[in-house]
């Protein structure tokens, strides 16, 4: 009933940008939450940043600064924009929305399939 597709991951140099989407499609009502995660081999994902229906935003320490959570209401779209990349940014990110259906009385999270952003000379 709901579909999150991400897109925008890739190779890049340290020091370089990339700017991730996801879009939601489907029986949607409203949307409230967003956020991305990223998840690196061998460790747990971890929650980069997120964002609010009212556009309060909260980032983790290490990418403050550098990464900026923003969101399109109109076309159900989530956009990270990710600055002065590091090595250490090296990941699968994936999106999630808090996302009410039509004709329902509660939100559920859903996930996009995760896209891989890759930082490397």
């Known amino acids: 009933q709901v579909q999150l597709v991400e897109s925008g991951g890739g190779l890049v140099q340290p020091g370089g940008s990339l700017r991730l989407s996801c879009a939601a499609s489907g029986n949607i009502f409203s949307i409230y939450a967003m956020g991305w995660y990223r998840q690196a081999p061998g460790k747990q994902r971890e929650l980069v940043a997120t964002?609010?229906?009212?556009?309060?935003?909260y980032y983790r320490d290490s990418v403050k600064g550098r990464f900026t959570i923003f969101r399109d209401n109109a076309n159900n779209t989530v956009y990270l924009q990710m600055n002065s990349l590091k090595p250490e940014d090296t990941a699968v990110y994936y999106c999630?929305?808090?996302?009410?259906?039509?004709?329902?009385?509660?939100?559920?999270?859903?996930w996009g399939q995760g896209t891989q952003v890759t930082v490397s000379s």
């Open positions: 964002i609010t229906n009212d556009g309060s935003t």
């Open positions: 999630t929305q808090t996302i009410q259906l039509r004709l329902r009385t509660r939100a559920d999270d859903y």
